[in-house]
């Protein structure tokens, strides 16, 4: 197994070198702390990318120069060993905001020449000294919010910049005790539990108050938003989300781990739904599509009380026959 605190400098220092690396250097800049056959996942359009020389073609070094004197702003950083191996593998979890100027076109999204945030969150494999394996999704749509291409016509929650922890308290740098980290992994497969069998014959809010503070937040992509409190949460998002699909697959993880108070997953998908009701503000439909997510949690006492989600929601509605990053035109509406 991986020493998580070498783990955690690993990351801390590829970080670093990424972010300090010029549009056009940073595959090379990598190389050193990627290994060669590296496989990443990432947000649509990307998917998977193969070998670091395409991650720094294909990823970075647009992004660079479209997000211009790019800024790390991160919220949350810990690392563990993933439960669903056995723990036999290591994974370092970093979440925050990637900040810059967007200055040059990005993906279809038309420049402002104004401060912009692209939220992230990527969990890192480590092994033998070099990362092997990265899934980073991050929040496309807000980002063309923030030029004015809104891409949905509605949401039922809020959508803000979304903070990390109220607690200050998420950058683990320095070793968390072991019990701390069990406690919110726990708490988190309490949750996972209740929420993959949605038949505990339960009110809705009784059963969420079963794994959840109940001043919960829930901070949800552009499309859905942010919601505060059990109340607010199950009738801003569980309930219409309940209502809204049929046929859901069982929840599958590539990685699912915990260190002190905080904790997360993430598949590649997580499940597949069919949403026969209806989704965001958009009509229904029969074909089953799929739900790529990461979900970060604050655990405080017995429960969750923070909960940053990330959902790739342009693959899903690319699934449906519908490519949002092609429709430039965008929706205006307040939040």
Request: charged share 20%; hydrophobic share 40%.
């Amino acid at each position: 197994m991986t020493d998580l605190q070498g783990a955690k400098d690993l990351v801390r220092h590829m970080h670093a070198v990424a972010d300090a690396a010029p549009a056009g250097e940073t595959a090379e800049s990598l190389s050193a702390v990627l290994a060669p056959d590296h496989l990443w996942r990432g947000y649509h359009p990307f998917g998977e990318l193969h070998g670091v020389d395409a991650l720094g073609r294909v990823f970075w070094d647009p992004l660079k120069t479209a997000l211009t004197r790019l800024q790390r702003r991160e919220d949350i950083f810990f690392a563990g060993r993933n439960e669903l191996d056995g723990y036999d593998s290591t994974w370092v979890v970093s979440m925050g905001h990637l900040m810059g100027l967007l200055d040059q076109p990005w993906l279809g999204i038309r420049p402002t020449a104004k401060m912009a945030f692209l939220r992230y969150c990527a969990f890192y494999r480590v092994e033998g000294g070099k990362i092997t394996e990265t899934a980073m999704y991050f929040d496309i749509p807000h980002l063309m919010t923030q030029a004015g291409q809104c891409p949905f016509p509605s949401q039922t929650a809020a959508h803000l910049v979304q903070p990390g922890p109220i607690t200050h308290s998420g950058l683990l740098y320095a070793a968390q005790p072991e019990a701390e980290g069990k406690a919110t992994l726990a708490a988190i497969n309490a949750m996972i539990s209740d929420l993959g069998q949605w038949k505990l014959g339960l009110p809705l809010e009784e059963e969420l108050a079963r794994t959840w503070q109940d001043d919960m937040i829930w901070w949800g992509p552009e499309g859905i938003g942010a919601t505060y409190t059990i109340e607010r949460y199950a009738k801003q998002h569980s309930g219409p989300f309940r209502a809204g699909f049929g046929q859901r697959s069982k929840t599958k993880h590539i990685a699912r781990l915990a260190e002190g108070h905080f904790g997360g997953f993430f598949g590649w998908p997580n499940f597949t739904a069919v949403p026969t009701g209806g989704f965001m503000g958009l009509p229904g439909s029969d074909i089953p599509s799929e739900f790529r997510v990461i979900d970060i949690y604050r655990r405080a006492g017995d429960k969750l009380a923070e909960n940053w989600v990330f959902i790739d929601l342009l693959h899903f509605w690319k699934m449906q026959g519908r490519d949002f990053l092609k429709d430039t035109t965008g929706y205006s509406h307040e939040n």
